[in-house]
């Protein structure tokens, strides 16, 4: 009886430790501890076991990690390289030997295609849409899932386009205008709800077919559409989401939006590329633009993307040479801001989109 017992207590013990996350530990204290570990780490938590694997790629880590502040924002930057081939790069600012890698087992359909827009929600990068030489405009979105490293094919857009504008907002992310098929509505605009994975369809005449790039300020979505050659005047609209209805932006806030753009705490910043590098900051007091600082030519290679972690500015150009500084406290020399760098990659790759995930 006793050799039974025994027996009976080891099989026990086992179920016990296989069931458990760490053994002897509570599972909640398990993931207190686990969910410490810095993301640079989680590839190889997922080597451990099939459920400390499970827990990294789950829900409740992501969200374990978001509530209590433990979430860790990387860069990923849609690319086009000399073959006009696209691939995506990914960056871990916090690391200490900073550069950036390759991501791999991007869609092969996707490779050639121009105008193809990016976006993130949630824990997932999404790449939309886009055309090709002897390809119409397509309605393919792909989706990244960034814990489990993995693309899949993700619901298809309900119209389909190219060289669009894409944004978040309230959870939900939006396609707008761009180039489309014969059949396709040219002043029309795709939100996405993850929580119904479907895309629904809107229309509206204030929205044009060129656009050239995007923001959200105040719960609102602003789009450039373009700029006069004769008056220099910046064409603008923007999206009230109390009236489903695009309306034409205020002229003063976009007057100086003529490079890419990034709001930080509700601030609007602006990168002028058409002479040098300058930095243009919209105060909202006395409605009007102001020179926030400039860069250094030596250190950015236009044309620039921009994307904010916090209250840091990165400046991303050709071949993904990266310049960051924070706003909150940046100095400068002589009118020129102070950096730092991340050198460039030996092969002068074209930024397409940049944007921000945090896990």
């Given at each position: 009886m006793e050799e039974l017992n025994s027996g009976s207590d080891r099989n026990n013990q086992m179920e016990l430790t296989q069931q458990s996350l760490i053994y002897g530990l509570p599972d909640d204290i398990a993931l207190l501890c686990l969910a410490r570990v810095p993301r640079n780490y989680h590839a190889l938590l997922k080597c451990v076991s099939k459920r400390w694997r499970d827990l990294v790629c789950s829900e409740e880590w992501y969200s374990y990690r978001q509530r209590h502040n433990l979430d860790e924002t990387w860069i990923y930057a849609l690319c086009r390289d000399k073959s006009e081939q696209v691939c995506c790069y990914v960056l871990n600012p916090n690391s200490s030997r900073r550069c950036w890698k390759l991501l791999d087992g991007l869609p092969s359909r996707s490779f050639k295609r121009k105008g193809m827009g990016m976006e993130v929600l949630g824990k997932k990068v999404y790449l939309l849409g886009g055309c090709g030489w002897c390809e119409d405009a397509t309605d393919e979105v792909y989706c990244y899932d960034a814990s489990m490293n993995k693309w899949t094919e993700a619901a298809s857009l309900s119209t389909a386009r190219c060289y669009f504008a894409c944004e978040v907002l309230d959870e939900k992310i939006y396609a707008i205008g761009g180039l489309g098929s014969n059949s396709s509505d040219p002043h029309s605009w795709d939100t996405y709800d993850p929580s119904i994975n479907t895309w629904i369809c809107h229309?509206?005449?204030?929205?044009?077919?060129?656009?050239?790039?995007?923001?959200?300020?105040?719960?609102?979505?602003?789009?450039?559409?373009?700029?006069?050659?004769?008056?220099?005047?910046?064409?603008?609209?923007?999206?009230?989401?109390?009236?489903?209805?695009?309306?034409?932006?205020?002229?003063?806030?976009?007057?100086?939006?003529?490079?890419?753009?990034?709001?930080?705490?509700?601030?609007?910043?602006?990168?002028?590329?058409?002479?040098?590098?300058?930095?243009?900051?919209?105060?909202?007091?006395?409605?009007?633009?102001?020179?926030?600082?400039?860069?250094?030519?030596?250190?950015?290679?236009?044309?620039?993307?921009?994307?904010?972690?916090?209250?840091?500015?990165?400046?991303?150009?050709?071949?993904?040479?990266?310049?960051?500084?924070?706003?909150?406290?940046?100095?400068?020399?002589?009118?020129?801001?102070?950096?730092?760098?991340?050198?460039?990659?030996?092969?002068?790759?074209?930024?397409?989109?940049?944007?921000?995930?945090?896990?």
């Open positions: 229309s509206d005449p204030n929205i044009v077919p060129e656009i050239e790039d995007s923001f959200v300020l105040d719960g609102k979505i602003y789009i450039r559409c373009g700029m006069s050659a004769v008056t220099s005047h910046v064409y603008a609209v923007v999206y009230e989401p109390s009236s489903g209805t695009w309306q034409h932006a205020d002229a003063d806030l976009v007057s100086a939006w003529r490079g890419p753009a990034v709001v930080i705490d509700g601030v609007l910043y602006v990168l002028d590329q058409n002479s040098g590098t300058r930095l243009m900051m919209w105060k909202k007091e006395t409605r009007e633009w102001v020179l926030f600082g400039r860069l250094s030519s030596l250190l950015t290679r236009p044309p620039c993307r921009l994307v904010a972690i916090g209250s840091s500015i990165f400046v991303v150009g050709k071949g993904l040479s990266t310049v960051m500084f924070d706003v909150g406290s940046a100095g400068n020399v002589e009118g020129v801001m102070l950096s730092s760098s991340i050198p460039k990659l030996v092969s002068d790759h074209d930024v397409i989109s940049c944007k921000c995930l945090a896990i």
